[in-house]
T-cell receptor
């Protein structure tokens, strides 16, 4: 079966750095997405990786290792507004998005 | 500005009733999707469409139906609502093409079936 694993919840301090991991086992791979979802709101796109390596976009970076079935989202200089759930999703061989359950990130002052 | 809207935003209904959730996008996207989101689960795909008159079943399609008569709309119908269908429903759309399928989400509909 297809499976995406992420930690359920993480806590970090304002101004610090946090890394949210995602491991996947899917039928085929056509890219990995990270979305941010604030409580009660819709998911919004953060990043897309299809090749191995690190993609940096401001305070957020996303890393992919296809051979290990592994990705992480790195958030730097954390702000209170970064408190949200972070969803990992893989585009499988049928170009369907398979979603992880999400990681709830709590930022403390 | 182009957008994707859902209505109603909140709905309470009774078991056995038929319910239709609306989704409308003005991006002229060919691809549209319906998901449900439940605590402890990732987004689960209900139905999707790659264009007018095209509809496909997703992972959790039982008890749901969709129709695509134009590019802008993909209504989701619950034929006979069940308590297990209490959930938050998200509609999403993406441009045609499989290479980079960033999906844009509507604000969601919270459905409660009593």
């Amino acid at each position: 079966g297809q499976n995406i694993d992420q930690p359920t919840e993480m806590t970090a301090t304002e101004g610090a750095i946090v890394q949210i991991n995602c491991t996947y086992q899917t039928s085929g791979f056509n890219g990995l997405f990270w979305y941010q979802q604030h409580a009660g709101e819709a998911p919004t796109f953060l990043s897309y990786n299809v090749l191995d390596g690190l993609e940096e976009k401001g305070r957020f970076s996303s890393f992919l290792s296809r051979s290990k079935g592994y990705s992480y989202l790195l958030l730097k200089e954390l702000q209170m507004k970064d408190s949200a759930s972070y969803l990992c999703a893989v585009l499988d061989s049928n170009y369907q998005l398979i979603w992880g359950a999400g990681t709830k990130l709590i930022i403390k002052p | 500005d182009a957008e994707i809207t859902q209505s109603p935003r909140h709905k309470i209904t009774e078991t056995g009733r038929q319910v239709t959730l609306a989704c409308h996008q003005t991006w002229n996207h060919n691809n549209m999707f319906w998901y449900r989101q439940d605590l402890g689960h990732g987004l689960r795909l209900i139905h999707y469409s790659y264009g007018v008159q095209d509809t496909n079943k997703g992972e959790v399609s039982d008890g749901y139906s969709v129709s695509r008569s134009n590019t802008e709309d993909l209504p989701l119908t619950l034929e006979s609502a069940a308590s297990s269908q209490t959930s938050v429903y998200f509609c999403a759309s993406s441009p045609q093409g499989a290479d980079y399928n960033e999906q844009f989400f509507g604000p969601g509909t919270r459905l409660t079936v009593l």
